[in-house]
């Protein structure tokens, strides 16, 4: 993708994308995690209450660690690459 001056947007590398894809998944389960522990405090024996929190879990850390592997990438898409050869 060229920019007008003459410059190129250079993509994100793969070995970013694979960074970035092992933080979402940690972030995602420490979220899941977190979530769990929260609604075991407020429901302590009901087994379908922690099924709901398993789902709430795996939504809520899947959304935030994509949301965060989407803003890494894009900070790695502004990298710019000279052509003025």
Known sequence: M???????????TI???????FIAMIVGVFVAIVTILFF??????????MLVALVFAVILGSGYGLRLRRV????AKDTRVNQSD
Do not use: H
């Open 72 to 75: 890494a990438l894009r900070s």
């Open 2 to 12: 060229n920019d007008d001056d003459g410059t190129q947007f250079r993509g994100p």
């Open 40 to 49: 075991e405090m407020l429901f302590r024996t009901n087994k379908e209450a």
């Open 15 to 21: 070995g970013t994308q694979v960074f970035s894809i």
